[in-house]
């Protein structure tokens, strides 16, 4: 009984943490997306999916090596990846407050500046107020080409 019950927790728990990812079978019932081979490494296009079921973000791997990772035709392979948390600016972490409220998802500042936010698929708590969210505060910190998850 405990290791059934184990091993549904692992379950439950690794389907909530990838599930930003809708992955996709082919007629076959093959995976055709997020592939995790024999060995155990990543392989071929891993789709990032937000809250209105689009595909914003891909990441393409080869024998667990990042290959590439494009965002909107931008590639942002070479971005900073960042946990909002481990910010300390007062604006921040005031903007972390509410979005830890809404649910998940990640912030992509670009090398022009651009602030954009997406809530993953599956991963949303209450209806985001993208609109009162105050997102250009990132605008005054040097964010440039990072990736913000939260």
């Not at 490494?41 to 973000?57: E, L, P």
């Not at 024998?63 to 300390?88: A, R």
């Not at 600016?89 to 602030?115: F, H, R």
Request: aromatic letters at 14%; one cysteine or more.
């Amino acid at each position: 009984m405990r290791t059934i019950l184990f091993i549904s927790a692992i379950f439950l728990f690794s389907n909530q943490l990838f599930c930003q990812f809708k992955h996709e079978q082919n007629s076959s019932g093959d995976p055709v997306t997020e592939i995790i081979d024999f060995a155990q490494m990543k392989q071929g296009n891993w789709n990032y999916v937000d809250s209105n079921n689009s595909i914003f973000r891909v990441e393409t791997f080869k024998d667990n090596e990042l290959i590439s990772n494009t965002y909107k035709n931008i590639d942002v392979s070479k971005y900073k990846q960042k946990n909002i948390n481990t910010y300390t600016q007062k604006p921040i972490k005031d903007l972390m407050a509410k979005l830890n409220l809404m649910g998940n998802g990640e912030i992509i500042v670009t090398d022009d500046n651009q602030v954009f936010i997406h809530f993953y698929f599956n991963k949303i708590k209450s209806t985001p107020d993208v609109k009162g969210l105050s997102i250009n505060e990132l605008k005054k910190y040097s964010l440039q080409k990072t990736i913000i998850f939260f």
